[in-house]
């Protein structure tokens, strides 16, 4: 395993996540575990009338890179459709599986020394996977 994945910069990230707690009655909820490591991230949304997320609430129990992974994509997803969040989701997915360039997300880049460790990508895939589900989840429930 590539130290070099393991930097103060990612350490920094793991713990600042600035929606740490689930959110009361959301409108879309989505868990997500990693069968490799056991981490998992729950994440919560509420969309604004605009149909963007208004209000993000997360739950994380995973190793260093699922919760730095994790604290971009909470910086990030308010205000964000959620087809903006499937998109990048994808693109995350292709950029792991060296299908593609890094996704169009703040921060993503942070992980290119682990694009050829296949084991931690499951981790830094989690928390985009649950939020991309929950604001889906959340979009479904919303008043036509």
């Not at 575990?33 to 604004?48: A, E, K, N």
């Not at 149909?51 to 992974?69: I, W």
């Not at 020394?113 to 981790?123: D, I, V």
């Amino acid at each position: 395993m590539s130290m070099d994945l393991y930097t103060p910069e990612i350490s920094a990230l793991a713990i600042g996540n600035p929606f740490p707690e689930r959110l009361a009655d959301a409108a879309g909820s989505a868990e997500k575990r990693s069968p490799i490591c056991g981490s998992r991230v729950t994440v919560d949304v509420d969309l604004g009338d605009d149909g963007r997320v208004a209000r993000v609430g997360t739950v994380v129990r995973a190793c260093l890179l699922g919760q730095a992974s994790s604290t971009l994509m909470a910086r990030h997803v308010v205000g964000r459709s959620p087809e903006e969040i499937a998109a990048a989701r994808d693109a995350l997915t292709a950029w792991l599986a060296g299908e593609g360039a890094v996704p169009d997300w703040p921060g993503l880049d942070i992980f290119t020394p682990g694009l050829k460790l296949t084991a931690r990508h499951p981790s830094i895939r989690l928390a985009f996977e649950a939020a991309a589900e929950a604001a889906e989840r959340a979009r479904e429930k919303a008043p036509a």
